[in-house]
């Protein structure tokens, strides 16, 4: 932040954090407690970013995944979870509870979403309620799938990677970019492109994830058709939606200087994924609630 804070600046930013790490606790999600609040908000929001918003979405399989069902390359046991979850997307259920265990590690980053907004869901086929439950909800079996407010994408089954450049290889962007699916993750095609004229050229699994860390927002080449990012990619590790949110929530708390009433703390709403948090201050007329999220 630019400037020095204001004494009410501080204790909103202290009593989020407060909030924060009070959810924090009760969901066991792991923080640090000597981390500046500003440190702890980006954080929250990177993980509020990587859950699955619940709500009513169409399903569609790649050509190539339905191939793999009709031939039996995939066994039947993940063959009927594939269409559990695409029954439970289809009714809006959760499907939180088969993200990654490294979603209580906010701190952690994930470039398979951040940089290829690509999720991938752990095929047990266990529906639980509770998210705290996920930890005992693992498989050696995943599925690679994107997923907006409407639609999910089941790109592919996927065994589960040793390291974290493995979750996303060549074939698997050949599916996406053969499904007519590349601006779905985020890239749109340069369409007068000259083949071979533009680098990077993606040719092997490492330059995938190269393309990651240098977190800028560079054009690429990838089996003779050039892409380009819809937006801004990240460069701090972290989604830029949280970033940019961020930004927002410190303009906000920065006018509440302007607000004429005693400070009465912060508070978020109970439905805390739908990310509505008050400060309340208290006014000859009554409570008022400032929503900065």
């Keep these: 932040m630019e400037g020095k804070r204001t004494e ?71 063959a009927e979870i594939l269409k559990q979850y695409s029954d439970a997307f289809s009714e809006g259920k959760n499907m939180n509870v088969f993200l990654s265990n490294n979603i209580k590690e906010p701190k952690k980053p994930d470039f398979l979403l951040y940089t290829w907004h690509l999720y991938h869901l752990h095929m047990s086929g ?41 979750y996303f290889d060549l074939q698997k962007m050949k599916i996406i970019k053969e499904n007519g699916w590349m601006e779905k993750i985020g890239f749109y095609e340069i369409k007068d492109m000259i083949p071979e004229s533009l680098e990077p050229k993606i040719t092997e699994i490492n330059e995938i994830f190269e393309l990651y860390k240098l977190g800028i927002n560079l054009s690429f080449e990838f089996d003779g058709k050039a892409y380009s990012p819809l937006a801004q990619m990240s460069q701090a590790r972290r989604p830029v939606d ?52």
């Design 8 to 78: 009410l600046e501080e204790k909103i930013y202290c009593d989020v954090q407060t909030e924060i790490r009070n959810y924090y606790d009760s969901n066991d999600i792991k923080y640090r407690s000597n981390e500046e609040p500003e440190d702890t908000i980006i954080d929250f929001l990177s993980y509020l970013y990587r859950l699955i918003p619940i709500t009513k979405r169409k399903v569609h399989y790649s050509k190539e995944l339905s191939k793999k069902i009709d031939l039996k390359e995939i066994d039947e046991k993940q």
């Design 126 to 166: 266990k529906f639980v309620e509770d998210i705290n439950q996920m930890k005992n909800n693992r498989s050696d079996t995943q599925l690679l799938c994107i997923i907006n407010m409407r639609d999910v994408y089941f790109v592919d089954v996927i065994s589960h990677p040793k390291k974290a450049e493995e």
């Design 242 to 293: 949280a970033t940019q949110k961020l930004f927002e929530i410190n303009r906000k708390i920065s006018k509440l200087n302007n607000v004429t009433g005693t400070y009465m703390g912060f508070q978020f709403d109970k439905e805390i994924d739908d990310l509505v948090g008050y400060v309340k201050f208290g006014t000859p007329s009554g409570e008022v609630k400032f929503n900065i999220f």
